[in-house]
């Protein structure tokens, strides 16, 4: 059990925390940086979540070296309202990986970060012109001793940091009710998404059942480059991952023998073998592919099927950061959908803020959005694709950019809100990468 203390100067994550019996939040929340450093002295803690603005004597980097001093092994989770490429360099080099920005953080992002036996540094871009000139600045010091006092005299310019699309590594369920169009949704998320970010992105299909995703992107089931013996019913990524898996030599550095690569993005092949679904796929087997694929993938899509008696099924929604949860916009799906939702939460456990609704092939007669989420409860709906839409790429758009995939403006537009635009130099590559 992970014993926990947080110091976020409120109380509201503490109280969510000790809902869960699987953690052990040993102390009130804190309010201030000294009762920290006190308390560390005779709490051994695992997990000591911080807020960068709680109130101290000490900037982060230094209230970070005091709480190392006192416990260099407990993990330190920081959510701050803004952070600079500096300060955020320096912590990742002292081992703190999990930074959130506190305007788009949710508490389920926060649990994660707590349940992951290893953190997963953040990826972003850096233009490192501080780092350059200081480069250019030895090399012209071994030759010219005049030339390095011209040099020194240019101003040194701000290092600036660009986000790109991905903050974070997001495992997507894709779950619905029989006959919704998940299927498509989940292939049509991640083209879409391939084209508005630079996000590595896997489409794994988990529908051991009925799995149809090679169909509709019409590519093969069965992987170019394995070398596997398998029977020619029971070909596709997902049970040569498994016979690889059995055969003891399956990671992160195979993967590529078992994908296919979609346009932008790489596709898992689901399973139709009953023998296999039956007798072969298993949890382990699961949990195995995803901590592979946590290494080479920011985001992780996977499309369930939606028989619940599937055990894919119920460890997909249980593993995923976020549901996404396609309905039809009447009566019965969405009787169907509570139903569902239900088993999912009180039975699986699922964390009920994790599940979101897109609504799939909406007419003019159906229900307004709020009465959806009204009689479900307070589900938020993440947006919806009109019936027989032909161009819904810009649905697709609006659906990611409310669940915060894709940013709402460009990198170009951010940076010319920042004070430091006029310090910096933007070269074409920057700016075409960026667009």
Known sequence: MKRIITAMGNDVL???LKRYSKYDVILEDIVCQDIVI????TNEADILIISGLLQGQWNLEEFVDKIKSKNNLIRIIIVTDEIDSTTRRILESKNVLDIFIDSTVEIPDIIDAIDREETIKKKYEMIRENEELYDAEKEVKKENIIKEKTYKEKPVKES???EKAVQKQEIIAISGIPGAGKSTIAVNLCKVLSQKSDSKILLIDLDTLNGNIDEILQISKVPKNIEVIIDDDKKSGINYASELIIKNRFDSNVFDEVIINADGFDVLTGNT???YCQNVLKEEYYNK????????YDFIVIDTSSN????STKWALQNANRILFVTENNYLSIKKMQQFTNIIINIWGVYKQKIEIIVNKKSKNDLEIEIISKIMEGLNVAGEIKLNE??????YEKI???INYIPKKSIIERLKNNMFLSNIKLDKEVIMHAN
Do not use: G, P, R, T
């Open 14 to 16: 503490n109280n969510e």
């Open 400 to 402: 990611l950019s409310n």
């Open 390 to 395: 032909e161009c819904n790429v810009v649905s």
């Open 308 to 311: 619940i008696f599937l055990d």
């Open 160 to 162: 600036f940091l660009i």
């Open 273 to 275: 073998s009953l023998h």
């Open 38 to 41: 006190d308390k560390l002295l």
């Open 289 to 296: 592919i995803l901590q592979s694929a946590k290494e080479k």
